[in-house]
């Protein structure tokens, strides 16, 4: 199947600091890539849907302002947590799926711990 | 209500038991079906897909659907404790990807 890279798998910051996570797809064209957020013991809450080229559609609740999703190329889509706060720690999971839409492939995570 | 219900568990069984997993939805409009496995602390794995009412075997899985009853099953024989993960059911309208909550498995050796 498909392979998704995310990077970094982890990440510890300060309360304050901004923190940008990478999303690539390894071996073909995303067209189109989620961002998720996964707290413990709780489902993948999708955060927001990029296509390539345009802007992201963001769901109801995530604030746009505060979590900036790039997706500049067909292979790479970046998600930046500003002025992170200790609420915001969590897991990160972005998907890919390409033209036909029928499959998304997950990328490995991303655990966010802001102090 | 919640458009995707899901038991999250946990469930333990013993090696070789066959296992069950179920979730059921709200919304007729669903088109796809879909299982994913998590493995603690890595992104979710696809498993099976379908689309339509009935059940679909791969391998030890077995999924099925009932779009009558809006309830959707995935069977596991023969589990393994490497079977010892979370897993989701995913449903599909349009671009958007709905997860239920995920059951925790735990397959005991």
């Known amino acids: 199947g498909a392979v998704v890279s995310q990077h970094p798998s982890w990440v510890i910051c300060k309360s304050g600091t901004s923190v940008k996570i990478e999303c690539r797809s390894l071996d073909f064209q995303a067209t189109t890539m989620f961002w998720y957020r996964q707290f413990p013991k709780q489902s993948l809450m999708l955060m927001a849907t990029?296509?390539?080229?345009?802007?992201?559609?963001?769901e109801q609740g995530v604030e746009k302002d505060k979590f900036l999703i790039n997706h500049a190329s067909l292979t790479l889509s970046t998600l930046t947590v500003t002025s992170a706060h200790p609420e915001d720690s969590s897991f990160y999971i972005c998907?890919?799926?390409?033209?036909?839409?029928?499959?998304?492939?997950f990328g490995p995570g991303t655990r966010l711990t802001v102090l | 209500q919640k458009e995707v219900e899901q038991d999250p568990g946990p469930l333990s069984v013993p090696e070789g038991a066959i296992v069950s997993l179920n979730c059921t939805y709200s919304n007729s409009a669903f088109q796809y079906f879909m299982w994913y496995r998590q493995y603690s602390r890595k992104g979710p794995e696809l498993l099976m897909y379908?689309?339509?009412?009935g059940n679909k075997e791969d391998g030890r899985f077995t999924a099925q659907v009932d779009k009558s009853s809006k309830y959707i099953s995935l069977f596991i024989r023969d589990s393994q404790p490497s079977d010892s993960a979370t897993y989701l059911c995913a449903i599909i309208v349009g671009f958007k990807t709905i997860f239920g909550a995920g059951t925790r498995l735990f397959v005991k050796a």
């Open positions: 379908t689309y339509s009412s």
């Open positions: 990029s296509n390539e080229g345009s802007k992201a559609t963001y």
């Open positions: 998907s890919a799926s390409d033209l036909q839409g029928d499959e998304q492939f």
